[in-house]
Antibody, heavy 120, light 109 residues
Framework: QVQLVESGGGVVQPGGSLRLSCAASGFTFSSYGMHWVRQAPGKGLEWVAF????????YYADSVKGRFTISRDNSKNTLYLQMNSLRAEDTAVYYCAKDLTGGEYAFDIWGQGTMVTVSS | SSELTQDPAVSVALGQTVRITCQGDSLRSYYASWYQQKPGQAPVLVIY???NRPSGIPDRFSGSSSGNTASLTITGAQAEDEADYYCNSRDSSGNHLYVFGTGTKVTVL
């Protein structure tokens, strides 16, 4: 079945780095754009980043631009989020999500999320 | 960047109809998509585009849009519909960015 599984979350000190992974299965990963979305504890959803199906273009929320890098390895069916210069406000559950494409601008498949805690 | 505003909470009697609204300038250019999130779970897409439901989403969920406002309607609300609901759309700034609404907690009485 179609599935996204995130990993790589954990506790990191302010200013530190972390790399999240999202393993995709059950669909042709290389044909779809992918997103990262996060949710701080008790708060709403925040879109973080998007990468086109072939990795040719990447887009970021202002809150993470210059600190986070989205990438993908289509040979491994895996999406990544490299997070540098982490701040307390980056503490959140991070979800990867599949882009619906076809000009619909929606996220049709979500992973279960991985928790990132930035704390000293 | 764009903002999408939702009412923080609404309640509905079992079997009755509830409408959740989402307001923002980006909705004049793009349709909203809607997500249901239950405690401790990942969001689930319930409506996208003009009024499309993914496979497995009950037909009591429907969407509509007018001007800068998008709406999600649950007709005949069930106990299992109690959840947080978020709208989302492309940002209208011209960049390929996205924005989520502030979220609405739906309580089924």
């Amino acid at each position: 079945q179609v599935q996204l599984v995130e990993s790589g979350g954990g506790v990191v000190q302010p200013g530190g780095s972390l790399r999240l992974s999202c393993a995709a299965s059950g669909f042709t990963f290389s044909s779809y754009g992918m997103h990262w979305v996060r949710q701080a504890p008790g708060k709403g959803l925040e879109w973080v980043a998007f990468i086109r199906y072939d990795g040719s273009n990447k887009y970021y929320a202002d809150s993470v631009k210059g600190r986070f890098t989205i990438s993908r390895d289509n040979s491994k069916n895996t999406l990544y989020l490299q997070m540098n210069s982490l701040r307390a406000e980056d503490t959140a559950v991070y979800y990867c999500a599949k882009d619906l494409t076809g000009g619909e601008y929606a996220f049709d498949i979500w992973g279960q999320g991985t928790m990132v805690t930035v704390s000293s | 960047s764009s903002e999408l505003t939702q009412d923080p909470a609404v309640s509905v009697a079992l079997g009755q109809t509830v409408r959740i609204t989402c307001q923002g300038d980006s909705l004049r250019s793009y349709y909203a998509s809607w997500y249901q999130q239950k405690p401790g779970q990942a969001p689930v897409l319930v409506i996208y585009g003009k009024n499309n439901r993914p496979s497995g989403i009950p037909d009591r969920f429907s969407g509509s849009s007018s001007g800068n406002t998008a709406s999600l309607t649950i007709t005949g609300a069930q106990a299992e519909d109690e959840a947080d609901y978020y709208c989302n759309s492309r940002d209208s700034s011209g960049n390929h960015l996205y924005v989520f609404g502030t979220g609405t907690k739906v309580t089924v009485l």
